[in-house]
């Protein structure tokens, strides 16, 4: 399968906003969801936001309204925008979509993931 691609990652001040995309090509299987996560040095990857094929949008209890997901199914592009940064924000942030057209799994092997983009925030 061809890759996902995330991009908008940067360095931001503290209070600022950013929104990640990720380009999910040709999944001609009509994954089930589209997911987000991050993972910071000596942590383990944590889970984000998700938004299935359905539209409808799930987010990580830590989120606090901070996060918003969304997708252009015509584009193929989905979204992750999370305001008011913090420094703990700081990490690579990986989009994936799952394997399966049916099923939302929390197995991480079952989806296929973009490279990452890294998110630096500054005090």
């Known amino acids: 399968q061809a890759p996902l691609v995330e991009s908008g990652g940067g360095s931001v001040q503290a209070g600022g906003s950013l929104t990640l995309s990720c380009a999910a090509s040709?999944?001609?299987?009509?994954?089930?969801?589209f997911r987000w996560f991050r993972q910071a040095p000596g942590k383990d990857r944590e889970g984000l936001a998700t938004i299935n094929k359905y539209g409808t949008a799930g987010y990580a209890d830590f989120a606090m309204g901070r996060f918003t997901v969304s997708r252009d199914s015509a584009k193929n592009i989905f979204y992750f925008q999370i305001r008011d940064l913090t420094p703990e924000d700081s990490a690579m942030y990986y989009c994936?979509?799952?394997?399966?057209?049916?099923?939302?799994?929390?197995?991480?092997?079952?989806?296929?993931w973009g490279q990452g983009t890294q998110v630096t925030v500054s005090a």
């Open positions: 040709q999944y001609t299987h009509d994954p089930r969801c």
């Open positions: 994936a979509v799952s394997k399966s057209p049916d099923v939302c799994s929390n197995n991480l092997s079952t989806y296929y």
